[in-house]
């Protein structure tokens, strides 16, 4: 089975990127994905800096470079700070890309190689793209392969039905899209 992990950039309740991100993990199983949910509320990843990184590697900033690791893709749902990606997202990207042991500087462990793929969802009439665009230069800059397939929910606010579907058929269709185009991408280079 293919491996992949669910990154949101949002640990607020009631989130709608949160939201994005289980209608996404049903579609990769669907899809026949083995799916690692990641809670980046569950690490403890302090503001990312090269001293901090010097004197002790965070354990949590390990535990999750290790589970990148472990995937053949991985699908990142970011919510838009000022037309980007949250920083608790970039926070945890950062991380992740820092070499640990013997690694060189460049070996970029968790993400070279990778499948990758982005959703957002937000308030905005544009669904978060401006931030999507930024997401999608950082996850080509770090080595994986960003599918050309995106997910973006204008208007979240009014998108989601009480039982955290979409109500718009469009939507709902990409999120399946993308996730069978990201388990695909991610067997081939597996």
């Known amino acids: 089975m293919t491996k992949i992990a669910v990154v949101v950039g949002s ?3 009631g989130s709608f990127n949160r939201a994005l991100g289980k209608l996404a993990v049903r579609a990769l199983e669907a899809h026949g994905a083995t799916v690692t949910d990641v809670d980046l509320a569950a690490f403890d990843l302090p503001l990312y800096s090269a001293a901090l990184e010097a004197g002790a590697f965070p354990p949590d900033a390990r535990r999750l470079k ?5 995937q053949a893709g991985l699908l990142f749902v970011s919510p838009e700070y000022n037309g980007s990606v949250s920083p608790l997202l970039k926070n945890a990207i950062d991380w992740a890309s820092r070499p640990t042991g013997d690694e060189s500087l460049v070996a970029l462990s968790a993400y070279r190689g990778k499948a990758s793929a982005v959703m957002a969802a937000s308030i905005s009439p544009f669904g978060g793209l401006r931030g999507l665009m930024h997401l999608r230069q950082i996850l080509s800059t770090i080595q994986t392969l ?3 397939e995106q997910v973006l929910v204008p208007n979240a606010h009014a998108a ?3 039982d955290g ?6 939507p709902a269709s990409l999120v399946d899209m993308t996730a069978a185009r990201l388990v695909a991408v991610a067997k081939a280079l597996g």
């Open 165 to 170: 579907g979409l109500k718009e058929a469009l």
């Open 11 to 13: 640990t607020r309740e």
């Open 146 to 148: 960003v599918i050309p």
């Open 66 to 70: 290790e589970i990148f690791a472990a």
């Open 160 to 162: 989601f039905d009480a």
